[in-house]
């Protein structure tokens, strides 16, 4: 059997952070605790709509099961290169500047090992997605992170980026609207962004899943579409979050030709091509109806504000979630961890929320709850939540 010392530092590293991930996020009870209730999930709890399904049933009926070409298939491309235009303000060329991924986790890594040599930095605004690392950690880089503050609702200051240009940055990896901050970037934070990027010869990765998850006034902005930045940006994007597809595992990346032939030999090493079916279901989310999205937006926006009043009925606190479907919230005034908090919540509520600390330092202090979980267990969740929050709280008094 292989010893723990003959897998690479990589591996070993990753085993150790795996290993964390799921203690931290509770994955070691895969059997469900009866009662318990998941108030941290990463999964929409709408299902796929209707048409997407039979569109990859389709396919699977027209004999869509072998491989397709690496780079996906021209009508998603297509498909793909209409919406960014339309909808963010990009003009890409469907042929050579769009790659269909086997899930947005795999355009990060392609992303990542076709981009990033070894010693190279990668600044990312922290508490980060904790992918990034991980794949940063494959590809011989490093992670720099740039801290930001729920008093600033978790916006990043561009100065404080500038600050932690080296001669060895290669990049500035945004998410917005942000796992798991819910932040979505301001137009002048993302203009910072971009002056400093030209000013130093960077390149930006832009991942935005979560692009259609926008409450009130917020709005997205691809940077990729700012003056001068197409040629800098590698933008990032999937169908998991806003079409509700985590299982169909489809994503893409849209940059310059010089980026997508790098990356393309890579993600064939990976995964040769994204599923013939699910790429076809995809290709139907985008050019099929969109009303539904609207019933989506108004319940999630509810749970938003009740998950916001209970909050402040706890006296926790958190930065105005803009985007996504989360909540970054401070548990300091429990006097716990944000492990032992997690770890309180499972074994005296049944209640399961994400710790913090698995998102960069920053995030040390704090957990990210979901307002991806219908009302029925919301209510529920919360109380029980309530009384935990209630007893700590009363202890450090
Ligand atoms: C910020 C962010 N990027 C990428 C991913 C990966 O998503 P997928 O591979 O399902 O498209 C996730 C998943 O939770 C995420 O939160």
């Given amino acids: 059997m292989l010893q723990e010392s003959e897998s690479s530092v990589a591996a070993q590293v990753l085993s150790r952070k795996a290993q964390k991930l799921c203690d931290l996020l509770g994955l070691q009870t895969s059997v469900a605790i009866k009662g318990q209730i998941n108030l941290g999930t990463g999964t929409p709890d709408f299902p796929t709509p209707a048409h997407i399904i039979e569109a990859g049933k389709g396919a699977l009926d027209e004999g869509y099961t072998s491989y397709t070409p690496w780079i996906g298939i021209p009508q998603l491309r297509e498909a793909i290169a209409a919406k960014l235009q339309t909808d963010n ?9 769009v790659l269909v991924t086997t899930g947005t986790q795999e355009a990060l890594m392609v ?15 922290s508490p980060y997605y904790g ?10 880089g490093r992670l720099v992170p740039v801290p930001t503050f729920e008093q600033d609702d978790f916006e990043v200051d561009p100065r404080e980026i500038e600050k932690r240009i080296t001669s060895k940055t290669k990049a500035i990896l945004l998410v917005s609207p942000s796992n798991p901050t819910a932040n979505v970037l301001y137009r002048e934070t993302l203009d910072g962004v971009a002056e400093i ?21 917020y709005k997205h902005y691809s940077i990729g579409s700012f003056p001068g930045m197409w040629e800098r940006t590698i933008t990032i994007n999937g169908f998991s979050k806003c079409y509700s597809m985590t299982g169909w595992r489809v994503g893409y990346i849209a940059a310059p030709a010089r980026f997508i032939s790098g990356m393309l030999p890579i993600k064939h090493a990976m995964t040769i091509c994204a599923p013939a079916m699910s790429q076809w279901a995809a290709l139907a989310a985008l050019t099929g109806p ?20 209970s909050l402040d009925e706890m006296g926790l606190t958190y930065g105005v979630p803009r985007g996504a479907y989360y909540i970054f919230v401070s548990i300091t005034s429990t006097g716990l961890s944000s492990e032992q ?7 005296e509520a049944r209640v399961v929320v994400g710790s913090g600390a698995h998102y960069g330092e920053e995030g040390e202090g704090y957990v990210r709850v979901s307002l991806a979980v219908p009302f029925s267990l919301l209510e529920e969740g919360l109380d029980r939540m309530k009384k935990v929050v209630r007893v700590f709280q009363a202890r450090r008094k």
């Fill in 89 to 97: 303000g990009l003009r890409v060329d469907p042929e050579s500047e």
């Fill in 111 to 125: 992303t990542m090992l076709s981009l990033v040599d070894p010693a190279e930095e990668v600044l990312i605004p």
């Fill in 131 to 140: 992918q990034y690392e991980q794949d940063l950690i494959l590809a011989g």
């Fill in 197 to 217: 990027a030209e000013k130093y010869n960077l390149i930006v990765i832009s991942d935005e899943l979560y692009e259609k998850y926008v409450y009130e006034d």
């Fill in 290 to 309: 969109q009303d539904w999205w609207r019933e989506v937006m108004t319940e999630y926006g509810k749970r938003r504000r009740f998950w916001m009043e």
């Fill in 341 to 347: 908090f997690v770890a309180a919540l499972r074994e």
